[in-house]
């Protein structure tokens, strides 16, 4: 396909708002974030993300089918860059970049725009500072059919590249939120809504909750956890046994562990 929008130089204004976009305060001054890769920008537009410009480089396609997903967003309407490869690996984030970003508007709902169903099942995510463990947790709650996953009081945000990457775009899939652990706590309790918060040393383990009914595992910092704050005031702190000389689990383990024991809870219900 050809196209008549070019970006050669290094120097091109487009160029240095990518660039900008790298950090948080410039993602929510432009209300834009960055969408890089095939498969995040593949899943975003199936989602029916809408994209704001495309830029492409087709000297770093990685895969096949790069020209058939490029002519579908043209058609819907989003302009098209075709970028040199010094132009293109200015704006990239990546170390090996396939060719395929976008601009996209920011991704989150407030609290008040979640749409949940009968008894759901929330993943809370406090004060994540690494934007691999919030998008890995972003992919095991896609895959464990949450509701809805809120980041609050977080040092990453969700519209981080690196989270959207480390999501491959799982991210446009779900409702996702941003909020104060106020703000959360008084949400949960307005809507019925038991939270699990994991800790390592609480003596209840989480195959003795009830998780049948609405459910919010709350999962902590990588290095020190959940804050006092969540510890004492969620409805029950769970434990996962820790048999080996390890006493704690990735962030996005904990997680997994405790979306899948929910899961297997509801399943056996149905």
């Known amino acids: 396909m050809d196209h008549n929008l ?15 976009l790298r950090k948080s305060k410039h993602r929510t001054e432009l209300k834009q974030t960055v969408v890089e890769g095939c498969r ?6 199936e989602s029916g993300w809408p994209f704001l410009e495309l830029y492409i480089c087709p000297e770093l396609y990685l895969a096949v089918d790069e020209d058939l997903l490029v002519e579908k967003i043209q058609h819907s309407g ?33 609290l008040a725009e979640l749409k949940l169903p009968e008894n759901p099942l929330i993943l809370i995510a406090e004060d994540l500072e690494k934007p691999g463990n919030l998008g890995t947790i972003l992919r095991t709650a896609d ?13 990453t945000d969700l519209n981080n590249p690196n989270v959207i990457r480390a999501s491959i775009g799982t991210l446009f899939f779900m409702p996702v939120a941003e909020a104060t652990s106020d703000e959360v706590f008084e949400w949960l309790k307005k809507n019925g809504i038991q939270s699990l918060a994991a800790v ?17 595992v709350v999962v902590g910092a990588e290095d020190e956890g959940l804050t006092d704050q969540w510890i004492k005031g969620a409805d029950h702190a769970v434990s996962i046994p820790m048999l080996g000389k ?21 399943r056996k219900h149905l």
């Open 143 to 155: 895959a464990t059919g949450v509701d809805a996953v809120i980041a609050c009081d977080h040092k």
């Open 200 to 216: 390592p040393d609480a003596e209840t383990e989480y195959t003795g909750i009830d998780m049948n009914g609405g459910t919010a």
């Open 78 to 110: 989003v302009p098209v860059f075709q970028c040199s490869e010094a132009a293109f690996r200015k704006m990239s984030y990546r170390d090996t970049p396939d060719g395929l970003m976008a601009l996209s508007p920011l991704v989150g709902k407030s």
């Open 246 to 266: 390890n006493d704690s689990l990735n962030v996005s383990t904990a997680a997994a562990i405790l979306l899948y024991e929910a899961v297997r809870q509801r």
């Open 40 to 45: 995040e920008i593949q899943r975003a537009f």
């Open 6 to 20: 070019k970006i050669e130089s290094t120097k091109n204004p487009r160029v240095k708002t990518v660039n900008r």
